[in-house]
């Protein structure tokens, strides 16, 4: 699960773009390497497992199949007051790929701020992104990275966070974007 503390290495942009990129990787192989897409669903932090080398493992995809409509409409209505319900979504039967969208687009807010979606205003005063990121430990010398970099990868999280579900991003744009942030 995606958790932050004040001494974790989420914070780090190689951290943060390597959970990224295999979030998205998880979700286009749910989208488009099955012989029929398959919707998450349930996208939000907790479930995205981390293992000791930070790689991200998605898990608990495709539970309103199995679950009962009633079951189904409750998972959906957690994830809204979790923050990571598009807001188009009313009913279990209208999840898709761009809900998906929208949830990995939080998600990425999530690696950037390290603060969960909230609908709370006290949040808008809070910086844009945690200013760790900006410092790339890959070879170890705490050189800075290019701050046009991480403001690209905002962008990319707000597009994926359209209201409208038309205008958010597939995934493999959003796998092509990734890789050349």
């Known amino acids: 699960m995606i958790t932050f503390h004040q001494e ?22 749910l989208h488009t390497g ?5 919707i998450h669903g349930n996208l939000k932090s907790k479930n995205i497992l981390l293992d000791q080398n ?40 209208d999840m898709n790929e761009a809900t998906d969208i929208y949830s ?3 998600i990425l807010l ?8 909230l609908d709370k205003k006290e949040n808008l005063d809070k910086a844009l992104y945690h200013p760790d990121i900006l410092f790339d430990e890959k070879n170890g010398d705490g050189c800075l990275i290019n701050e046009e970099r991480v403001m690209r990868f905002v962008q990319l999280a707000i597009d994926c966070c359209s209201p409208s579900p038309y205008t958010r ?5 959003i796998c092509r974007k990734l890789e050349e942030i």
């Open 54 to 93: 930070q790689q991200p493992f998605v898990s608990d995809f495709g539970l309103h199949t199995f679950l009962n409509l009633n079951a189904a409409q409750e998972m959906l209505e957690a994830a809204a007051v979790e923050g990571y319900k598009a807001p188009e979504l009313i009913k279990v039967q």
């Open 34 to 38: 099955l012989q029929e897409p398959l």
């Open 104 to 106: 990995f687009g939080r």
């Open 8 to 29: 974790d290495e989420c914070h780090k942009w190689t951290v943060i773009s390597r959970i990224s990129m295999g979030i998205a990787r998880a979700l286009e192989y």
């Open 169 to 173: 991003p597939d995934i493999k744009q």
């Open 110 to 117: 999530v690696l950037l701020t390290g603060k969960e979606p």
